[in-house]
């Protein structure tokens, strides 16, 4: 059998071979449009059908908790054992990302949107395909954003606490006087696909201290976002409110940076650990506490506040955002 990790853990567990749709998806060997594994590519992997897994909905019972294991791990024996989905896809169910209209943010290492569509679409620029909950999705991401500001604190002040680190940043004006970031430190993602692209400091001046070159990345990372919603946008699709995770979220600065950057309301959820908190929607609906994973993650879901723009820093923040594609273009085309 080939299986991937989740399905391997299912296994062990149940001794069933199961596997959700949004894994399947990441093989490479499953048929978006079907729903199925594709003859001609497991062919041309030479891999018979039935050594993969049977493939079904996010939050299905896949099988029940074997004697032996429960033992092991102190917990009845026969619990239901439900497949899960993709981290970004149970995160999104986390916040209530179930509807066209809402997105949800995770900034830390890279940096990744999901957008709920009615449709499949037909997008390069993106991942797209079968939402955890009854829809679909895309997915915009960048290879590198939070990441960048963990560079800058490890080369300088290694292991400091964040909220030390970045003491005083908020007096930085917007614009970091000058100062733009590309954080491009691996290459860019969506919506350009240039491995070839790297980081930049561009304006640099004896006058920009430690807390411009911070405040510079943070800035950066809400504009990649705007890039990425932009790919959404393109299709036609309103973004009505963003909901962010990661832990770039519990930086009060960075959401209400994020909120004035593009115009939108930004939230943070009350739970912290989204895909944790998508996950357990999925098993609620899976054995029969809801109907749907979509009633779950709307009955669930609580913000813990929102972060609604400032107009009176939208100029500037326009500013921002002209530089950092500017320089991008001037650079890579």
């Known amino acids: 059998k080939f299986l991937c990790l989740p399905d391997y853990l299912i296994y062990r567990l149940t001794g069933e071979v199961a596997t959700d749709r949004t ?3 990441f093989t490479g060997l499953f048929n978006l449009h079907s729903g199925m594994w594709e003859p001609r590519l497991l062919s041309a992997a030479q891999i018979a059908a039935d050594q993969m897994p049977d493939v079904i909905p996010p939050g299905s019972v896949a099988g029940r908790l074997r004697a032996d294991v429960a033992a092991e791990l102190g917990i009845p024996a026969g619990v239901p054992v439900c497949v899960g989905a993709n981290d970004q896809l149970a995160g999104a169910l986390g916040v209530g990302n179930v509807r066209p209209g809402v997105v949800s943010e995770t900034t830390g290492t890279a940096l990744a949107v999901v957008s709920t ?4 679409l037909d997008d390069p620029s993106s991942i797209v395909g079968r939402h955890a909950a009854n829809a679909y999705y895309v997915l915009p991401y960048a290879n590198t954003s939070a990441i960048v500001l963990k560079w800058l604190r490890d080369i300088c002040a290694a292991g400091q606490d964040y909220d030390v680190f970045l003491a005083g940043v908020e007096a930085i004006p917007v614009g970091c006087d000058g100062l733009t970031v590309l954080p491009h430190f691996s290459g860019t993602a969506s919506p350009t696909f240039n491995p070839d692209a790297r980081g930049v400091f561009a304006g640099l001046t004896l006058s920009h201290t430690r807390l411009h070159l911070a405040r510079a990345i943070m800035e950066s990372c809400a ?3 705007k890039e990425c919603l ?6 036609g699709m309103r973004v009505g ?3 962010s995770l990661g832990g770039a979220a519990r930086s009060d600065l960075w959401l209400q940076m994020k909120a004035d950057l593009l115009g939108l309301p930004v939230e943070r959820p009350a739970c912290s650990d989204a895909a944790s908190l998508g996950a357990a929607m999925l098993a609620a609906a899976g054995v029969g506490c809801f109907k749907t994973a979509e009633e779950a993650s709307e009955a669930w879901y609580r913000p813990e506040r929102v972060f609604e723009p400032n107009a009176g820093h ?6 921002v955002y002209s530089r950092y594609l500017s320089i991008y273009d001037r650079l890579y085309g």
């Open 223 to 225: 504009c990649i976002l």
């Open 117 to 120: 569509t009615e449709n499949l």
């Open 314 to 319: 939208s100029s500037a923040y326009r500013d």
């Open 23 to 25: 894994t399947a998806q």
């Open 230 to 235: 932009g790919v959404i946008e393109n299709h």
């Open 241 to 243: 409110s963003v909901r």
